[in-house]
Every structure is written in C-alpha cells, then in structure tokens.
C-alpha cells in the first residue's frame, strides 16, 4: 500500500540554523510530491512540488526540496530557518489513479529557538 | 482573490446527532477534495469530487459519512449519529483542473462529538 513515513515527530533547530525535514515515500510509480506547511489555526499551504523534471524543486519562503528516487525521498531543506517557520510540516504524495488522492505523512513539527 | 471557504468553523455535537460541514471552493476550480485530521495525525483524504460527480469516496470510514456536490461547486460533508471517534478537523481543498494541479485548503471545521 502506498504511505508516507517522515521520521520525525518533532525537530528543534536554532533561529538562523540549517534545516532538514526527511520524507520517505512507498509507492509503486512515480508519485507527484508536495510539501505543506501548517501554522496553528491555519489552513494548509503548499511550499513546493515535484511532478517531473529536474528533482531539485525551490519554493516559497526560501524552502527547496530534492527528490531521489533511489532512496524514495523527497527532503525539504532550508537554509537558514527564521522564528516564523516553526509550524507543522507535512509531507504529501498523490495517485495518480484518476481521482488523485492524496496521502499525507503524520507531519514534523518545527520549533524554532531564538 | 476568495480562497476556500468553510463553515461553520467550529462544531460541538453530542453523540447520536447529524451534522452537515459546508464547503465553499475557489470559483471555477473543477476538483474538491475532503480530508480528515484527528489531533497529532496528517490529512487522510476521504473524498473527491469532479464537478459534481464524486469519482473516488474510497475513504469515507463508514456509511455514516455522505458527501455530495449537486451543482459542482458547493460541498457538502454529512455525518450521520455522530460518534466520538468523528471528531477531527475536516478540510476541504479545491483545485483548478482535472489533472493534477495545486490543491487549495480552507481553514477546516473543527468537529467535536461529545
């Protein structure tokens, strides 16, 4: 069955610190990839995506991501993380079976101290 | 522009009732999905809609859950003798085409069954 597995329940990393959130995937075909982001009382919002091409993906707020097919991961980087990026991140991959459903990973929670 | 919209924000019913969870998609965007997100989890799709036709309800946990889109644009979640395994925010996400392309979440209702 197709899943979503990111490792860590919770990372901490200091205000102006590098940042590496890992993303696994289980699927048989080439998935369509996505990163979002979740502030408290907020709705979901997409950092960046990979359909194809080349597998370094950048996307807003200085996030980029790399997909690997070798290791079926899709990792979000940052380099240098501000205090208003800690919020739950999570991964994302969708079916292409028609309908695109989409599976999510359980997230990572960011915390980001000062 | 309006992005998604749902209403009400927040549901307090008591075990055994109905409740119906509205969704107002972005205007013209042909796809809609419904998510579900208990406490500490990552979405889990339960439906997907196409204009008003519902291709993929595969995640829909029991019959107890109905969704329908009568005019392609407006949604609506029903969950009939609510049980307290329900509560969870739901999410609707909207997005423009067929294909694949960049979902758009709402703000999510937040049900809780007592």
């Known amino acids: 069955a197709q899943s979503v597995t990111q490792p860590d329940i919770h990372i901490t990393v200091s205000e102006g610190a590098s940042l590496e959130l890992r993303c696994n995937y289980s699927?048989?075909?080439?998935?369509?990839l996505f990163w979002y982001v979740q502030s408290p009382g907020q709705g979901l919002q997409l950092l960046l995506k990979?359909?194809?091409?080349?597998?370094l993906v950048q996307g807003i707020k200085g996030f980029e991501a790399e997909f690997k097919r070798s290791q079926s991961s899709f990792n979000l980087r940052k380099p240098s993380v501000h205090w208003s990026d800690a919020a739950e991140y999570f991964c994302?991959?969708?079916?292409?079976?028609?309908?695109?459903?989409?599976?999510f990973g359980a997230g990572t929670r960011l915390f980001v101290k000062a | 522009g309006a992005g998604v919209s749902q209403s009400p924000r927040y549901k307090v019913a008591k075990r055994g009732q109905d409740v119906a969870l509205r969704c107002d998609p972005i205007?013209?965007?042909?796809?809609l999905f419904w998510y579900q997100q208990a406490l500490g989890q990552g979405p889990e799709f339960l439906t997907y809609?196409?204009?008003?036709?519902?291709?993929?309800k595969s995640g829909l946990p029991s019959d107890r859950f109905f969704a329908e889109r009568p005019e392609g644009s407006v949604s609506t979640l029903k969950i009939q003798r609510t049980q307290q395994e329900d509560s969870a925010v739901y999410l609707c996400?909207?997005?423009?085409?067929?294909?694949?392309?960049?979902?758009?979440f709402g703000p999510g209702t937040r049900l809780l069954v007592l």
């Open positions: 990979y359909f194809s091409g080349d597998t």
């Open positions: 994302a991959v969708a079916l292409n079976t028609g309908g695109f459903k989409t599976i």
């Open positions: 205007s013209g965007h042909v796809s």
């Open positions: 699927y048989g075909a080439t998935p369509y």
């Open positions: 996400a909207s997005s423009l085409a067929t294909k694949q392309e960049t979902q758009y």
């Open positions: 809609f196409q204009n008003e036709a519902q291709l993929d």
